[in-house]
């Protein structure tokens, strides 16, 4: 059974900071792209940040870029987003994604509430 079960969401301040991280199972995980979207309500959801599978490459959306950093533990299965100087407009539920093009496979977590507000 697929899980991707994310953690580390909550309530911060302007300027805080907050770890998300997303622990999966029931498929290879090294094998897959791992990335964090999220969704503010009203919007559509979008990419935050991407992590390949084979060299570990980076990438982001332009409006994290300097303050995000997605990263990888195969080892443990588990993909981290730290969040650095976060923003009232960072504020999201925020979802792991693992993916992999060659089999089409794409699967989700939950998601993780993320409120930045004074």
């Known amino acids: 059974q697929v899980q991707l079960v994310e953690s580390g969401g909550g309530l911060v301040q302007p300027g805080g900071s907050l770890r998300l991280s997303c622990v999966a199972s029931?498929?290879?995980?090294?094998?897959?792209?791992m990335s964090w979207y999220r969704q503010a309500p009203g919007k559509e959801r979008e990419l935050v940040a991407g992590?390949?599978?084979?060299?570990?490459?980076?990438n982001y959306a332009e409006s994290v870029k300097g303050r995000f950093t997605i990263a990888r533990d195969n080892a443990k299965n588990t993909v981290h987003l730290q969040m650095n100087s976060l923003k009232p407009e960072d504020t999201a539920v925020y979802y792991c994604?693992?993916?992999?093009?060659?089999?089409?496979?794409?699967?989700w977590g939950q998601g993780t509430q993320v409120t930045v507000s004074s």
């Open positions: 994604n693992a993916g992999r093009r060659i089999t089409g496979r794409s699967y």
């Open positions: 029931g498929f290879s995980f090294r094998l897959y792209v």
């Open positions: 992590i390949t599978s084979d060299d570990g490459s980076t």
